[in-house]
C-alpha cells in the first residue's frame, strides 16, 4: 500500500514539474515565493477546494470548473494538436461527462440530500480525466457507454432519421 502511495506521488510530482502543463508557471512562481515545495501546496489546494466543496458556498459551481475548464482547455489543445490519440481521449471524456450529466439532472431531488455529493462528483470528475490507466472517462466508456450503444445504434439511428423526417416536413408544412 505505502509502495501505490509513493507511486502515485511520484506520478503527481512528475506532472507538477512537466513544463508542457498550465500549471507548472503559477506553481514555479508560488514555490519560489513561499519556498514551499510545489507537492505540498497542490495538497493543500486539493484540501482546501474538498473543504470548500464539503461546506462552501457554490459548491455546485466550483466543482462544475473543475469538470469543465480544464477539460475544455485541454480539448482546445487537442483539436490544435496533429496527434489523434488527445483527440480520442478528450472526445471520450466528454461523451462521459455528457451521459453523467443526463443522468445526474434525473437524480437532482435525491442530491440535495446529500451533504458530500459536490465533493464526491469533483473526485469523480478528476477520476475521469487522469492521465493515467485507470482513467475513468476509458473505463466508463469501455464497459457500459459502448456496449449499450452498440447494442441499440440501429434503433438510435432509426430514430434520429424519423426526427429528421418529421422536421423535415414541419419545416416544409411552415413555408
Not at 462552501?56 to 459551481?61: D, E, K, W
Not at 480520442?88 to 450529466?101: E, G, I, M
Not at 456496449?147 to 413555408?175: G, M, R, W
Request: with cysteine; charged share 20%; net charge positive.
Amino acid at each position: 500500500m505505502a509502495g501505490r502511495v509513493n507511486e502515485i506521488k511520484e506520478q503527481i510530482d512528475r506532472s507538477l514539474h512537466d513544463k508542457s502543463k498550465p500549471w507548472t508557471g503559477p506553481l514555479a512562481m508560488l514555490e519560489q515565493k513561499i519556498g514551499v515545495d510545489r507537492i505540498y501546496i497542490f495538497i493543500g489546494t486539493v484540501a482546501l477546494i474538498a473543504l470548500w466543496l464539503v461546506f462552501g458556498f457554490a459548491a455546485q459551481l466550483v466543482c462544475n470548473v473543475v469538470g469543465f475548464a480544464y477539460p475544455a482547455y485541454i480539448s482546445i489543445k487537442a483539436i490544435e494538436s496533429s496527434s489523434k490519440d488527445d483527440d480520442t481521449k478528450w472526445l471520450t471524456y466528454w461523451v462521459v461527462y455528457a451521459t453523467f450529466s443526463i443522468l445526474e439532472f434525473f437524480a437532482d431531488t435525491i442530491v440535495g440530500w446529500f451533504p458530500l455529493y459536490w465533493l464526491l462528483k469533483c473526485i469523480f470528475m478528476v477520476w475521469l480525466m487522469i492521465p493515467t490507466n485507470f482513467n475513468g472517462s476509458v473505463l466508463i466508456y469501455k464497459k457500459l457507454i459502448r456496449p449499450y450503444f452498440l447494442k441499440h445504434s440501429s434503433k438510435i439511428d432509426e430514430t434520429v432519421e424519423q426526427i429528421k423526417k418529421s422536421t423535415a416536413k414541419l419545416l416544409e408544412k411552415e413555408n
